[in-house]
């Protein structure tokens, strides 16, 4: 289907997902989300597809925030309506697509856009890249899952201090901290990012996604009996007796 506010690119195994309103840093608003929801619905069934790369268009901004016009004006219930929309339509379901979803964070990753690199399971930036969480300068905190998901990546400490204080910080302090896996000068960092996907493509798919599901549940108390569930289940699937013939073989495995 055709998009307005995205850019939906198929390379090989490969899927980009490219955040296209250049105008306003491609900040968040009602359409975009939805838009990506959609060309996420469309990849989780394309059995071409084994990884998802999500980024923005040029090499100022991955996402600068949410659209702040569309919620000025907002009451509590469709406030917590908006957040509640948010986080079940787009935000979960990255955290919990069953492939690979890879932020290329080229620039501000503000607010909502920080969120949704977060909300991502591998996140690379550009060296030009500046992350933070706004909200509190505005009054209000942030409401796509930020209050949950920086502490599990960073600890409650520096995240207390990122939400608190409002401060961006540089590229390099968020890989120091764990918010980020690496950084790259802006050229490189598709390319980068990609070198990583096609890597993680040519694995099993299969296994790929319980371990995203056993890893998601990794601080709570079903994490363990999960992760043995699935190891069991994966012995009785093609991708294991393909993995462990090819190894046996010494050959690469054909997923």
Request: hydrophobic share 40%.
């Amino acid at each position: 289907m055709s998009y307005e506010n995205i850019l939906l690119k198929k390379e090989d195994k490969l899927s980009i997902i490219t955040i296209n309103r250049p105008e306003s840093l491609n900040a968040l608003n009602a359409k975009t989300i939805q838009e990506i929801s959609t060309a996420l619905d469309e990849l989780s069934s394309d059995n071409s597809c084994r990884v998802i790369i999500l980024t923005g268009s040029g090499e100022k901004s991955f996402v600068a925030g949410a659209d702040i016009k569309e919620f000025s004006d907002f009451g509590q219930e469709r406030a917590e309506e908006l957040a509640r929309n948010g986080q079940n339509s787009l935000f979960n379901k990255i955290e919990n697509m069953p492939k690979p979803v890879i932020a290329a964070v080229n620039g501000f990753a503000l607010g909502g856009g920080l969120e949704l690199a977060m909300a991502c399971h591998i996140r690379y930036a550009s060296e030009n890249a500046r992350l933070g969480l706004p909200e509190v300068t505005l009054g209000l905190i942030p409401g796509y899952g930020g209050t949950q998901r920086l502490p599990k990546l960073v600890g409650k400490g520096i995240a207390n201090e990122m939400i608190f204080s409002a401060k961006m910080i540089v590229a390099q302090k968020a890989k120091e901290i764990g918010l980020v896996n690496e950084v790259y000068p802006i050229q490189e960092l598709l390319t980068k990012t990609k070198e990583l996907a096609n890597t993680i493509a040519h694995n099993s798919p299969m296994a790929i996604s319980k371990a995203i599901n056993a890893v998601n549940l990794s601080d709570t108390d079903k994490g363990f009996e999960t992760e043995i569930k699935y190891f069991g289940e994966l012995f009785e699937m093609d991708d294991k007796k393909e993995g462990v013939t090819a190894f046996l073989e010494k050959r690469k495995p054909n997923f």
